[in-house]
């Protein structure tokens, strides 16, 4: 269940962080209106908050969130952006989830 709940919390707040960078791009890249900036930074601000309710020390949570976060970037491209993934990105997904359960799930001795 720990497992389930951290891969949730981790992908809540890869979700927070894309918007929060997505909308600012849209703004500057493609000339969307700039009040898309506000919901952007409330979007950054609640992804900070969501990586302080992580279980791990502070460097760890960062170590693993990033395999998350690549996985929802890429479902990102997919979805949001119409991009299908090759299989160069599939790839990367699988040695980033690899890598991201290694950090947060091993067992450590105390």
Do not use: N, Q
């Not at 009040?35 to 409330?42: D, E, K, N, Q, R």
Request: proline share 6%.
């Amino acid at each position: 269940m720990l497992i389930l709940k951290t891969i949730g919390l981790f992908t809540v707040t890869a979700v927070a962080e894309i918007i929060g960078c997505y909308l600012p791009y849209l703004w500057l890249k493609h000339g969307k209106p700039v009040w898309l900036l506000i919901p952007a930074a409330i979007s950054l601000a609640l992804f900070a908050w969501l990586l302080t309710l992580h279980p791990f020390s502070a460097g760890r949570t960062y170590a693993a969130y990033g395999g998350v976060y690549v996985t929802v970037a890429i479902l990102w491209l997919a979805w949001v952006e119409g991009v299908p993934p090759d299989r160069w990105d599939l790839i990367g997904v699988a040695v980033t989830l690899v890598g991201m359960s290694i950090i947060a799930f091993v067992p450590r001795g105390a």
